[in-house]
């Protein structure tokens, strides 16, 4: 048995290891979160506004870019202290912006207890994302090394599913993660359409139950909005509170929905309270180009590598639906449902170019366009003087499958580590089999 003296040790040696513990992650913290003074030259700069700037220069100091010039004209940048990254024959883009994931909320789609995405009832705009974000995701540095350095959080479930917002794929925890808090409200459109399969209820009963939800639909959005209008209500309702920001315009308003009558009646419903929504999925966009640009629309068009979704559209429909929208000038950015695909971001914007929009206005679909339609774009999204340093170098074409390959990268000017489990799995195998790189 331990005498009260072994105890009063053993006790001691463990707060010891505590405190040398918390000093070892408050240093490590302070190195992540260190701001790098750097000047990077000879690179072709990859604006993101739809600028190319070849043989350029860029200074970034305390987290921010200070000056970007092409490097044949007389240079701006006096900084002795500074950093110089000689970054010649090689690309620097701006960090990519995943805009609609389950990043950081999802681990392994098929085991439910990694899940936390997805909340019991129909109506839940009290419902936050950004707290169940996990920034110890084994998927965040995968998806990262591939040049997506920030990404909207979804939560899902039910009609209204909640709040989104916006987070760096780097950080401690969710409070050092975050880049905006509660980015908008995110409403899942009661779809219309009318299924004809052997497993679908009746035709009367679909419709039947659609009704019933915009009925729900509508009468939860105007109780909210008459709960927000009174000054000091008798009792807190949580989730009358969560949507005053939406109607007064600080937050944004997300609408799942892909066909047409679902879009334009979606569209219509929110004109009612003064909205102005983003339509997320939209795989009948093309069907309704007027429509949307009448209204003023932006879309985040989900998955462009897919196949159509009716028999007789054309078997690329899908990866060239974005340059269509690009030619009837509707604004829109590239985003890919769930979470571990978020590392193919750069390539289905690569895709696009491939099939009509041109390519420095591809990579915009993933980075100053997404950036316009969450409401970061002026601090995030470009490399343009005044704004965040989030940015990375690649030695090849970042929209290319082939030839992309991201050796650096960082997020408001601290330089983040790019190693993963999966490309130490590849080194370690090809070193165990003697297979040359």
């Known amino acids: 048995m331990m005498t009260w003296k072994m105890k009063c040790l053993t006790k001691l040696n463990r707060m010891k290891k505590s405190i040398l513990i918390f000093a070892l992650s408050i240093v490590n913290y302070a190195y992540a979160q260190q701001k790098e003074n750097i000047i990077f030259s000879g690179a072709t700069i990859h604006v993101g506004n739809g600028e190319l700037i070849e043989n350029g ?3 970034i100091k305390n987290g921010i870019i200070v000056v970007i010039e092409n490097a044949q004209s007389t240079s701006t940048i006096v900084d002795p202290t500074a950093i110089v990254i000689n970054a010649t024959g090689k690309h620097i883009y701006p960090g990519l912006i995943a805009p609609y994931t389950r990043l950081g909320l999802e681990e392994v789609e098929a085991v439910r207890a990694t899940l936390d995405y997805f909340e019991v009832g ?18 965040i540095p995968t998806v990262r090394s591939n040049g997506v350095l920030t990404a909207m959080t979804v939560p899902e479930g039910g009609i209204v599913t909640g709040s989104s917002s916006l987070m760096k794929l780097a950080g401690w925890n969710w409070e050092d993660a975050v880049y905006k808090a509660d980015v908008g409200i995110h409403l899942n459109w009661p779809s219309m359409r009318i299924y004809s399969a052997s497993w679908a209820p009746s035709a009367e009963d679909q419709k039947s139950n659609t009704e019933k939800r915009f009925i729900e639909l509508r009468k939860f959005f105007n109780q909210a909005k008459a709960y927000n209008e009174i000054s000091r209500p008798l009792v807190k309702n949580l989730k009358f509170a969560a949507m005053q920001d939406l109607f007064s315009g600080k937050k944004k308003l997300f609408i799942a929905a892909d066909y047409s009558k679902d879009i334009i009646a979606a569209v219509n419903f929110s004109k009612e309270f003064g909205i102005t929504p983003i339509i997320v999925g939209a795989r ?7 429509f949307l640009k009448e209204n003023n629309i932006a879309i985040i068009l ?4 897919s196949l ?9 429909l899908p ?9 009837a000038g509707i604004k829109y950015c590239m985003a890919i449902n769930g979470s571990w695909q978020q590392r193919n971001l750069p390539f289905e914007a690569g895709t696009t170019a491939a099939y009509g929009v ?3 206005m591809a990579l915009r679909s993933v980075s100053l366009s997404a950036a316009e339609i969450l409401g970061v774009a002026d601090n995030l999204g470009s490399l343009t003087k005044g704004k965040d340093a989030t940015l990375l170098i690649s ?9 992309s390959n991201v050796e650096r990268a960082w997020i408001q000017g601290s330089e983040i580590k790019l190693k993963n489990s999966q490309n130490e799995l590849n080194e370690k195998y090809l070193k165990k089999y003697g297979i040359d790189q």
């Open 57 to 59: 220069r860029m200074h």
């Open 122 to 139: 129909e109506l839940n705009p009290n419902v936050r994302a950004l707290i169940s974000y996990n920034t110890d995701s084994k998927l």
């Open 284 to 290: 009948d966009a093309h069907l309704v180009l007027n």
């Open 302 to 305: 989900e998955n462009a590598h």
């Open 308 to 316: 159509p979704s009716r028999e007789d559209d054309d078997i690329d």
């Open 319 to 327: 990866y060239k639906k974005a340059a269509i929208l690009y030619n």
């Open 358 to 360: 041109p390519r420095e």
């Open 395 to 403: 030695t090849g074409d970042l929209l290319d499958m082939k030839s």
